[in-house]
């Protein structure tokens, strides 16, 4: 876990210093970045929900 924390301790480093030069808030791209994490996740567990729905429909189908 240690190299993960350093990883995103650098990656936050990173992403502080970007803000500042291009003076940009950094709450304001932490905050959309989390965002885009979010949607990302709903995305993909919508799809989830459809493959098993289909998935479903299709056992179904198939004992009728």
Known sequence: MNRIS???????EEL?????????????VQKLLEAERTKKLLKRNALIRQSIDNEIN???????
Do not use: A, D, G, W
């Not at 350093?6 to 936050?12: A, E, G, V």
């Not at 299709?58 to 009728?64: D, F, G, P, R, V």
């Open 6 to 12: 350093n990883l995103r301790q650098f990656h936050n």
């Open 16 to 28: 502080e210093k970007h803000c500042i030069l291009n003076m940009v808030s950094l709450t304001s």
């Open 58 to 64: 299709n056992s179904i189908e198939n004992e009728n």
